[in-house]
């Protein structure tokens, strides 16, 4: 008998949102990402993917002088990516001492399998990733369900092509 390994996706599942600067935006953003993971029933840990969301937007809120920032979640290649796009120019400096300089970035550096910010023609974006978890007998913590390290479920209507993305 041939049996053959699951190919990974060529697909990008991602999810665009757009969120009002303001103290809505962090629960709106941390809601956005457990769908999404619900969704494309993807192998991470939910909790820091929203966690780490939260830290995301929080610091680019901080630094926001336009009326709304951009989240954008994709889950392709083994990994989940999230971004906040906003328009503040100043960008931050990459890697440890960021992290130690700048509060909420502590736990981004720290549990995400990479983090890291670049300039935008508005402003900047700052982004994590996330590694797929391998499957366990526990599985990883996505609303109950166990999936495979290899792909994204796409459940339609909730994603969509990211332009210009990958």
Do not use: K
């Not at 953003?29 to 619900?38: F, I, K, M, N, T």
């Not at 969704?39 to 966690?51: F, R």
């Not at 990994?79 to 909420?104: I, K, W, Y």
């Amino acid at each position: 008998m041939i049996t053959m390994a699951p190919t990974r996706p060529s697909e990008l599942h991602a999810r665009r949102v757009r969120l009002a600067a303001g103290l809505t935006a962090v629960a709106e953003a941390r809601g956005q990402v457990r769908a999404a993971l619900r969704a494309w029933q993807a192998p991470v840990d939910a909790d820091v993917a929203v966690l780490l969301t939260s830290d995301l937007v929080t610091h680019v809120i901080r630094h926001e002088t336009g009326a709304t920032v951009m989240l954008i979640v994709r889950c392709t290649r083994g990994q989940l990516r999230v971004d906040v796009h906003g328009t503040a120019r100043s960008l931050l400096t990459n890697g440890p001492a960021a992290a130690e300089t700048t509060r909420g970035l502590i736990l981004v550096a720290t549990l995400s399998d990479e983090w890291g910010f670049y300039r935008t023609p508005v402003g900047q974006a700052t982004y994590f990733t996330l590694a797929f978890q391998p499957d366990s007998s526990e599985g990883p913590r996505v609303a109950g369900l166990r999936a495979s390290p290899y792909n994204c479920t796409h459940a339609p209507g909730h994603a969509g092509q990211v332009p210009g993305s990958e």
